[in-house]
């Protein structure tokens, strides 16, 4: 069984600039939800996707955004991106069963 | 506010050293405790969901319990392969998209 993807690994961006991560979910699964990771805040929920509805946003300005299409997979995105954005942005895929699983994530460094 | 403390925020172990990690939490409404296993530079490992006060699940050299008001990850003779951060997570009843991180035990053990 496939777990979760994210796309891409790693990548970087110039302060200012927009960018796009992308989140496959296991198969079957249809509640997509996003964290950011740093040292100094730890993991923080983003917003939660169930059936391209978003259902749950934290606390995050409105530069955060995302998305979910038909067949469940999620894309988040990032505008004017500032140097504090820099982090690993998980995503985290779950079927209902009370398992929640996330991906290896995708490590931006904005400079 | 919900909330989720963990301690202690390092811990080192000689192999074959048993002890736990604490999880201290407050929650309007616990639907869920989850238990995640992250090694550097990757994404959170799923260890355990627990639900109930009283609840037991064990994996290998791991066994967490649950209070109403605290979780423990007991390691029972640990190996160097055990060594990682471990996140402990609340899911409230009242906002089941959203998982409340604590900061995380950062566990070495040494052979």
């Known amino acids: 069984k496939a777990g979760v993807t994210q796309t891409p690994r790693y990548l970087i961006k110039t302060r200012g600039q927009q960018v796009t991560l992308s989140c496959s979910p296991i198969?079957?699964?249809?509640?997509v939800s996003w964290y950011q990771q740093t040292p100094g805040q730890g993991l923080q929920f983003l917003f939660e996707y169930f059936s391209e509805t978003q259902r749950n946003k934290g606390n995050f300005p409105g530069r955060f955004s995302g998305r979910q299409f038909s067949n469940s997979r999620s894309e988040m995105n990032v505008s004017t991106l500032e140097l504090g954005d820099s982090a690993l942005y998980l995503c985290?895929?779950?079927?209902?069963?009370?398992?929640?699983?996330f991906g290896e994530g995708s490590w931006l460094t904005v400079v | 506010e919900d909330q989720v403390t963990q301690s202690p925020e390092a811990l080192r172990l000689q192999e074959g050293e048993s002890s736990s990690l604490n999880c201290s939490y407050t929650?309007?409404?616990?639907?869920?405790l989850f238990w995640y296993r992250q090694d550097p530079g990757k994404g959170p490992e799923f260890l355990f969901t627990?639900?109930?006060a009283g609840e037991e699940k064990e994996k290998e050299r791991l066994k967490a319990t649950l209070t109403k008001k605290e979780s423990f990850l007991h390691i029972t003779a640990p190996k160097p392969e055990d060594s990682a951060t471990y996140l402990c997570a609340v899911q409230s009843s009242s906002n089941t998209g959203k998982l409340i991180f604590g900061q995380g035990t950062t566990l070495q053990v040494k052979p």
């Open positions: 198969s079957g699964h249809r509640s």
């Open positions: 929650v309007s409404g616990l639907r869920g």
């Open positions: 985290a895929s779950s079927g209902g069963q009370g398992t929640i699983y």
């Open positions: 627990l639900y109930s």
